[in-house]
């Protein structure tokens, strides 16, 4: 008797235990489908501007260097030397920007795309899915970090800061090799200044474990810019 009445006490706890016990696996399944689902919401709301960054300043660097040799060219008189050699040095420049940029490109965007095509019917594809898209996040945020971070600005002035003494040192012009760097030096700070924010507002909310609801992102200058190439010149438009 003493035994039934031990195996019935058994039976109740263990009926009352397996429906706790799949709850709370359900409730990490959940979990890290709600991580996943706002990871994906954060990466598609930043992609954009990624995109737009990337291809934006990639595409101006290209089309002056095209430009530039365009210009070197076309100026071959005897009086032009001094404007085909500034026209070699703005195009190497220009050339040292795409590098760069297809070296340490702005991923965010592809990443996104990437995250949205991988499967999660299982708790292995979950998991899975789950460290990729932190890992994406990750990474776009530290490159939007590593484009604002002081290193890059004295990398970019030291490049500018060659150019202009190779212009200076072409025959003693300083105020060419002067004009030559501060137009350098403005359009890699442009370049600095509209690095997209999002990744790094949302990588800082989702360690912070605000992952509830739609993710905040820090406004971001490039949705407001507006490039334009023409023979002669670069315009950018920032629209307030």
Not at 29 to 57: H, L, P, T, V
Not at 85 to 109: C, K, R
Not at 136 to 160: D, M, P, Q
């Amino acid at each position: 008797m003493r035994t039934t009445s031990m195996i019935l006490v058994f039976t109740v706890v263990l009926l009352f235990c397996l429906p706790l016990a799949w709850g709370e696996e359900g409730g990490i399944e959940i979990d890290a489908q709600a991580r996943i689902d706002w990871i994906q919401k954060a990466m598609d709301d930043g992609a954009g501007a990624s995109r737009f960054w990337q291809y934006g300043w990639t595409g101006i660097y290209g089309a002056d260097v095209i430009l530039e040799i365009a210009i070197a060219i076309d100026k071959d008189g005897e009086d032009e030397g001094d404007e085909r050699f500034d026209s070699g040095v703005n195009a190497t420049l220009s050339l040292l920007g795409v590098v760069g940029l297809a070296l340490d490109p702005m991923t965010l965007h592809r990443d996104a795309k990437t995250l949205s095509t991988m499967p999660q019917a299982s708790e292995e594809e979950i998991a899975a899915k789950l460290a990729a898209a932190e890992l994406y996040l990750r990474k776009g945020a530290e490159r939007e970090i590593r484009e604002r971070s002081l290193k890059t600005h004295l990398t970019y002035g030291a490049v500018n800061l060659a150019g202009g003494l190779v212009v200076t040192l072409d025959g003693g012009r300083h105020q060419d090799g002067l004009a030559l760097f501060a137009v350098a030096t403005l359009v890699s700070e442009l370049q600095i200044f509209t690095t997209p924010q999002r990744a790094t507002a949302s990588w800082e909310a989702y360690q912070n474990g605000d992952f509830v609801g739609t993710p905040e992102s820090r406004p971001s200058i490039t949705d407001n810019l507006r490039f334009g190439v023409a023979p002669g010149y670069v315009q950018v438009t920032c629209l307030f």
